[in-house]
């Protein structure tokens, strides 16, 4: 029986059919961009103070300086810049009465600068920004500063549990299907978000997104994949991930131009609705299809794939039909990634990398936010350094194999951190990077299909095996069959020649 591999190499194992889905499937990449790091945007930090009635009025008459009025009416201004004293508290005076000095208006009121009482920030905050964030319009600072540390972790925590339950509704009901419901829940969070009347409903949505978000785009990544042949799933994964890049180029530009989150948040989520356009653009995985033994339908996909590259299927690829058609269709469970020994050690260090390599990523980029400096500059620095990046995957895959980069990629990272931070925590991603050579290796090896052959990709590859089993029992029968007819004495070989 040929394979849907087999078949590919006859119709077209990256033609223009799988470059078109490639395409249409990377811009769904570039849109995840705003719910994994728009918080860079949507929770800026600006300069802040407390409002202290009555001081732009004094400050008007009294002809002060912006700077000037930051020193006679902020505490610890002068001598300490931002502190938490001058962005959270402020003195407990009257800034409206009347006779108050222009050169010492402390001394004014209460004598001893010393004996000044501070207060929190009873009347709000004054921002020195030219727009607006979930930080000036929930006032997300001081004493309320960690809700914008719950906002991204509620994200975070949407992304861990939708990451699980998504898989397996993709590896249970199919992988268009989940793509396309969750693009329609994103899109609809993501407007709603926009329109959110207050922080809970706001982070509310933003939940809801993550929920369903990362889910979406690993699908994505999975059916471009299996739509491909072995041979070119490493370029479009690359490529795939690379459009993640451009996203943040896009979401810099978008941020820079719209300063106000709002309409920020809206922009970046209208067009997802467009990706609704899937459901015609884009056929089932014939993999999981062949997988659900719904051959019928995993043939149906096949032709579209071979009339999109314009290519004739042959008729002996035209049958998929096997041996064990009528065996129970694959029911996937959480279960196999635990059951057998070598697939648990494979989730437990790809579990383990996944998690420091987030880590990492997103704390470097959300690190863009509170450096000092210009923010958009420095995301856009940020986000270009991924781009050299992908080309050295694109020269080293092929030549040294997935697990030394991916270890040498993780113990530099790991290595440059401790270096430039200090911070002890870093050592666990030099511990991944030992522990991601404990994988298989993966180079020219085709994808597996049931649990027994991912059980046994650390001895080879099973699919590769029976094919040359196939050909040694092949061989051992040809050799019969000329044992059979060899010639014995003179008459046979007359005879034999007389045939």
């Not at 000095?101 to 402390?106: E, F, I, Q, V």
């Not at 914008?148 to 299907?177: E, P």
């Not at 196999?336 to 990492?360: A, E, G, N």
Request: net charge negative.
């Amino acid at each position: 029986m040929p394979t849907l591999d087999d078949i590919l190499e006859q119709i077209g194992e990256f033609d223009f059919f799988q470059k078109q889905a490639l395409f249409v499937l990377c811009l769904l990449s570039a849109a995840f961009t705003p719910v994994y790091v728009g918080v860079v945007f949507f929770g800026f930090i600006p300069e802040h103070r407390c409002f202290s009635p009555g001081v732009a009025e004094l400050s008007q008459r009294c002809g002060w300086s912006p700077e000037e009025q930051l020193n006679h009416t902020v505490p610890e201004w002068g001598s300490h810049g931002a502190s938490f004293g001058s962005r959270c508290r402020r003195y407990e005076v009257d800034w409206n009465a009347t006779g108050i000095s222009c050169t010492d208006p402390l001394g004014s009121l209460v004598g001893n600068w010393s004996t000044v009482p501070l207060s929190p920030c009873q009347d709000g905050w004054v921002y020195d920004s030219p727009g607006t964030s979930l930080v000036t319009e929930f006032n997300l600072v001081c004493e309320d500063s960690w809700k914008l540390d719950l906002f991204q972790s509620c994200v975070n925590a949407g992304f861990f549990i939708g990451s699980m339950s998504i898989g397996y509704i993709a590896d249970r009901f199919g992988r268009k299907l989940c793509l396309l419901v969750t693009i329609l829940i994103n899109s609809a969070s993501g407007v709603l978000m926009a329109f959110a009347p207050s922080y809970t409903w706001t982070v509310i949505f933003r939940l809801i997104q993550g929920l369903v978000s990362k889910g979406g785009w690993l699908t994505g990544y999975v059916l471009i994949a299996e739509f491909v042949g072995s041979n070119y799933r490493r370029a479009t994964g690359i490529i795939y991930q690379l459009a993640f890049s451009l996203g943040l180029l896009v979401l810099t530009a978008l941020a820079y131009a719209l300063p106000h989150w709002r309409w920020l948040q809206l922009t970046v989520t209208l067009p997802n609705f467009f990706f609704l356009l899937y459901y015609w653009c884009l056929p089932e995985s014939p993999r999981w299809l062949i997988s659900q033994k719904q051959n019928d339908k995993a043939m149906e996909v096949i032709k579209r794939i071979a009339k999109g590259n314009k290519k004739k299927l042959p008729l002996s690829f035209q049958n998929l039909n096997s041996e064990d058609e009528d065996g129970e269709k694959q029911k996937p469970s959480f279960l196999d990634l635990v059951r057998t020994p070598q697939i648990r050690k494979h989730t437990c260090i790809l579990m383990y990398s996944w998690f420091t390599s987030s880590v990492l990523y997103q704390g470097l980029i959300m690190h863009m936010g509170i450096a000092a400096g210009n923010m958009y500059l420095d995301f856009l620095y940020s986000a270009l350094v991924e781009f050299p990046a992908a080309f050295i995957l694109m020269l080293t895959l092929d030549r040294i194999g997935r697990r030394y980069p991916w270890a040498a990629a993780n113990v530099m990272a790991g290595g440059a951190c401790l270096v430039a931070a200090l911070v002890p925590d870093t050592v666990i991603v030099l511990i991944d990077g030992g522990l991601v050579l404990l994988l298989p290796e993966m180079k020219g090896k085709n994808l597996p299909e049931t649990i027994e052959d991912a059980e046994n990709l650390h001895s080879f590859d099973v699919p590769e095996f029976d094919w040359i089993l196939g050909k040694l029992e092949n061989e051992k029968e040809g050799k019969e069959e000329l044992e059979a007819v060899k010639p014995h004495d003179v008459g046979d070989c007359v005879q034999l020649d007389h045939h």
